[in-house]
C-alpha cells in the first residue's frame, strides 16, 4: 500500500523559508515511471500545483512560485521536499504531497500539513 | 496558464438525485482531464482520468465524459457519501491546474 506523509513545522514567520519533507512508502522514488508532487490548498480554497520532481532529478515548478520554489530529494531515505523562500501570509495553506502515476494524474496523496504564516 | 471552469460552484442535491457537473478548459487539452473529490480536512482522491476512465475502487455511479474543452463529471444516483467538493485538474501542459470546485450539499 502506497503511502505519503508530510512532516514540518506548522507555523512560520513572515520572510522565512517553509521547508516539508514527504516521506514516501509503499513504492520507490527511483521509479521511472512516476513524479512526486507538492500542492497547496489556502484554508476554504481551491488546489494549486506546485511543482514536481522525476527520479532523474528534473524539476517543474509552477511560475506563479518559481522564483521562491525548490524541490528535492533524499533516495537513501526515499523522501523528497519542498522549500519555500519569503514566505507572507499568502502562503498559508495545507501543503500536500502526492504521487503522480504513469497516466499523469494524482492517485495518491498525503494527509495534508496546514502550514500558517504569521510572526 | 490553461484556466479550468467548474459550473455550478454549489449544488444542492438530494440522495437520488442525478449529478452533472461541468468544467470547461480554456484551451484545447484533448482527453487530458481529471476529476477528484473531498471531502473537509481530507486530501482529494482520484475519480476520473482521461476524461472518462473510472479509478479501480471509484463506485460506477461516478462517470466522465468530454473532449477538448468541455467535460462533464455525472453521478447517476447521488449516495450520501457523495456530498463532497469536486475539481476538475487539466494535465496537458504545464503548469497543472486545477477548476474552482463544485461543492455538493444537501437539498
Known amino acids: 500500500q502506497v503511502q505519503l506523509q508530510e512532516s514540518g513545522p506548522g507555523l512560520v514567520k513572515p520572510s522565512e523559508t517553509l521547508s516539508l519533507t514527504c516521506t514516501v512508502s509503499?513504492?520507490?522514488?527511483?521509479?521511472?515511471?512516476?513524479?512526486w508532487i507538492w500542492i497547496r490548498q489556502p484554508p476554504g480554497k481551491g488546489l494549486e500545483w506546485i511543482g514536481n520532481?522525476?527520479?532523474?532529478?528534473?524539476?517543474n515548478y509552477n511560475p506563479s512560485l518559481e522564483s521562491r520554489v525548490t524541490i528535492s530529494m533524499d533516495p537513501s531515505k526515499n523522501q523528497f521536499s519542498l522549500k519555500l523562500t519569503s514566505v507572507t501570509a499568502a502562503d498559508t495553506a495545507i501543503y500536500y504531497c502526492?504521487?503522480?502515476?504513469?497516466?499523469?494524474?494524482?492517485?495518491?496523496w498525503g494527509q495534508g500539513n496546514l502550514v500558517t504564516v504569521s510572526s | 496558464d490553461i484556466q479550468m471552469t467548474q459550473s455550478p460552484s454549489t449544488l444542492s442535491a438530494s440522495v437520488g438525485d442525478r449529478v452533472t457537473i461541468t468544467c470547461r478548459a480554456s484551451?484545447?487539452?484533448?482527453?487530458?482531464l481529471a476529476w477528484y473529490q473531498q471531502k473537509p480536512g481530507k486530501a482529494p482522491t482520484l475519480l476520473i482520468y482521461k476524461a472518462s476512465s473510472l479509478e479501480g475502487g471509484v463506485p460506477s455511479r461516478f462517470s466522465g465524459s468530454g473532449s477538448g474543452t468541455e467535460f462533464t463529471l455525472t453521478i447517476s444516483s447521488l449516495q450520501p457519501d457523495d456530498f463532497a467538493t469536486y475539481y476538475c485538474q487539466q494535465y496537458k501542459t504545464y503548469p497543472v491546474t486545477f477548476g474552482g470546485g463544485t461543492k455538493v450539499d444537501i437539498k
Open positions: 502526492a504521487r503522480r502515476n504513469a497516466a499523469f494524474v494524482f492517485d495518491y
Open positions: 520532481i522525476f527520479y532523474s532529478g528534473s524539476t
Open positions: 484551451q484545447w487539452i484533448t482527453d487530458s
Open positions: 509503499g513504492a520507490s522514488i527511483r521509479s521511472g515511471t512516476l513524479y
